[in-house]
């Protein structure tokens, strides 16, 4: 099922519209240029002004946006249900969805106490893989407990078109009408319920549910959608949100644009009293760590920024600020950059990132023979049946420019470590070329070529976690992996990499940390990174993120790909599709070819030119 247009509901009456309206700034604000938007707006009595004042953000990005009249007698059944003190009766509107709109066959909902932070393309291109619903998990604990997978419905996909199949608008109405004394979360629960083992998961970046300080799912790295779940919202005084001036700075973008002293009272003078009550509503909180963390977050780290930060100013200096005192310096190694980066102007603001040409040269020679290897390196996985996929720097090359990012020159792999154990001995064994060899080195395997040292692939072993963990467990997982692997190393120095990396895995094992023994073989967890000493703060990835393997388009080839390269590389690096805040060439080889090493690449590639 396709859509071309990105179809986004909200519900609402005439109390909530203004901050629907900042809702829907912050979706066409972050949308990509291409994004072609259709919002439907469940009109719970929203007044003549605010629907003009609504439709008028269309000046931030031409859209569709439409008045759903609502009839309150469709939803009769739900009117004995008691809400909650801050959640009005429009929230059951979506439970009419595939009839209010007929002619839609899936949309994501979002509640109006949401920010959006990102394009919404590739969360409504997610395949839903048959199920009717897709949300992410709830943060309650309780709700948890009896159902791992309670979804919280403030976002929301819905597949209208298999949910009119299977008529999930009655069974809606049939749960709530059997257990309207016990549905404390509204339609919430009933939609958990009536749709149980029909919901997909999706990753807590799509709904980052920031109700206080204390929050755990309030430091998620990169937010994709910001949910203030708090019965005091932003614009509430004395919110505990720590996320609550990303609302405000949306709402700037509206017709309810607030005053400079306003803008002040609602934001910095709010932090200062938000403080406070908080501490008089959880004085115990005092005793937890995250408390101190989430203070430094909210209300140090900025002081401090005020007081000294660095900021880029150009292409050649940065503006340090002390004490309100502006200084341009300028950048160490700007010209050192610009002399051998020939992708500096490219850089942000100049060009869209994903029309910058191929590399030429010295570095577009050493890229095309790492292609050559890559190519006999997919062909001796395919003949010996290993699974092995596109990594890092080399899976963003192939999803954001179809081959090499410009500035990139060697190749990277993962492959399980099943595989991985025997890839060398496969390799050596059957691969056509006989300047090609494989062999362990540290941490990973790397193919090389007899000829040239100026190219190589890395290959990266990952593990299978045995059973699904939430976030906050698998960075604690994260941290007790990489002490146990510093610690084998430490005292394994002088023995080879696969030794190691037995050694490593044998006594993770027994430690439980790995493989656990309640292992839940439906959902396991991919393990990377722990034979390394990297600094990335979370290994963990879902099953279905690495499988199963598919191809994807590299520099005019189908090599192997991870199921779902977009989720594994906006956890990797956020925003993969923006311009890194460093831009250069990781390697330095290119800079310094001889004659005989340009001779031996153009060999290599078959080519004298750089160029197939």
Known sequence: MVSKNINICLACDDNYSIHGGVLIASILANAANDDEISIYILDGGISEQHKTEILSLTNIKKCEINFIDINEDMFKEYKSIKTLEHISFATFY?????????NVDKIIYLDCDMAVVSSLKTLFETDLKGCTVAGVRDIGKKLLRKNPNYVNAGMLIFDLAEM??????????????????????????????????????????WNVQSSNF???????????????????KPWNWASFSIHKEIYFKYRQLTPWKLNAQDYKHWTKDNQIASLFAYLKYRPLFLLRPRFY????????????????????FSEERNLIKIFGIKIKVQKLKYAKNLKHNPYYYYKKNHIDITKIPPAEGNVRLIQLANVETLKEMDYVCRTNNINYWLDFGTMLGALRHKGFIPWD????????????DKFVEIFNKTTRNPDLYAE????????????????????????????????NEQLKQSKKLRKVSRYIRDKYKNITSSVVLDTIQKAIEDNHLLNNPNINTDKPQIVWGIESSHVAK???????????????????????CMNKPEVYLAKTYGDYMSYPSKIGLGHSAYKNLSQEDINTLQEIIGSKNGKD
């Open 214 to 232: 204390t929050n755990r799912s309030s430091y998620t790295n990169n937010p994709k959608i910001i949910h203030f779940i708090a019965k005091r």
């Open 409 to 420: 020159d060697d190749i990277d792999t993962g492959m399980m470590k099943n595989d991985y």
């Open 94 to 102: 979506r439970l009419k969805l595939p009839t209010l709109l007929p």
């Open 164 to 205: 009119r199949k299977d008529n999930t608008e009655q069974k809606f109405i049939e749960y709530a009408k059997n257990n309207q004394n016990n549905l404390r979360y509204c339609d919430q629960d009933i939609i958990n319920n009536a749709c149980k083992g029909n919901i997909y998961i999706l990753d807590d970046i």
């Open 538 to 560: 979370n290994w963990f990835h879902s099953y279905d993120t690495i499988f199963p393997i598919k191809d994807v388009e590299f520099e005019g080839y189908n090599f192997m």
């Open 440 to 471: 362990y080195e540290e941490a990973l395997i790397r193919i090389k070529n007899k000829k040239s040292k100026l190219f190589f692939i890395d290959i990266f072993p990952y593990y299978i976690y045995g059973e699904e963990i939430s976030k």
């Open 293 to 312: 963390k989430a203070l430094f977050f909210t209300y140090l780290k900025p002081f401090l920024q005020n007081i000294f930060s660095i900021t880029e």
